[in-house]
């Protein structure tokens, strides 16, 4: 069965670095583009980035842009967010998502999410 | 960027009843309409993909409807099992992906 496992999270202060990592197994994970998706504390979901199958182009919400960055390795089937510059508002639960088979654009797999906490 | 409203924003609702949630979109989107659900604590789940087609394993009484910019997720008859919070997402404006801000279901 499709299995995503993210690891990573952890308390960092404002302006520090993460490196998340999300674990795929169960389908052939160089097919399908990712996606990392987030959700502060109390509120609704966010769409953060996303790559394609095989890594050729990349994508990112305005609010991440130019301090995270996504990436894969198909060998070791695992998908990456390096997120630099941290602030408070990054705080969340971060899940990775695999592209829908039946309808790309929607989100047919998801991990149990890593939390993040930016505080001093 | 393309606005989505969902309302309610939440609703409190018995076993047995019928709910309908609606999304409402500020341009058209045609079908490019996704309903997920997720309860505390765990990972969204998707339900309808493409505005009414049903996500394999997931309970017939969850059905969607709409195209353009009106939108509906339907509970035929709602179960224990269904109270969470439910949301829809757009996939017309790849690649900026972006939800609605959500409808709590709670239990009345």
């Known amino acids: 069965q499709v299995q995503l496992v993210e690891s990573g999270g952890g308390v960092v202060q404002p302006g520090g670095s993460l490196r998340l990592s999300c674990a795929a197994s169960?389908?052939?994970?160089?097919?399908?583009?990712i996606h990392w998706v987030r959700q502060a504390p109390g509120k609704g979901l966010e769409w953060v980035a996303f790559i394609l199958y095989d890594g050729s182009n990349k994508y990112y919400a305005d609010s991440v842009k130019g301090r995270f960055t996504i990436s894969r390795d198909n060998s070791k089937n695992t998908l990456y967010l390096q997120m630099n510059s941290l602030r408070a508002e990054d705080t969340a639960v971060y899940y990775c998502?695999?592209?829908?088979?039946?309808?790309?654009?929607?989100?047919?797999?998801w991990g149990q999410g890593t939390l993040v906490t930016v505080s001093s | 960027d393309i606005q989505m409203t969902q309302s309610p924003s939440s609703l409190s609702a018995s076993v047995g009843d019928r709910v309908t949630i609606t999304c409402r979109t500020s341009q058209s989107i045609s079908t490019y309409l996704h309903w997920y659900q997720q309860k505390p604590g765990k990972a969204p789940n998707l339900l309808i993909y493409a505005a009414s087609s049903l996500q394999s394993g997931v309970p017939s009484r969850f059905s969607g409807s709409g195209s353009g910019t009106d939108f509906t997720l339907t509970i035929s008859s709602l179960q224990p099992d269904d109270f969470a919070t439910y949301y829809c997402q757009q996939s017309y404006t790849t690649p900026r992906w972006a939800f609605g801000q959500g409808t709590k279901v709670e239990i009345k």
């Open positions: 998502a695999k592209d829908g088979i039946s309808v790309a654009g929607s989100f047919d797999y």
């Open positions: 169960g389908f052939t994970f160089s097919n399908y583009g």
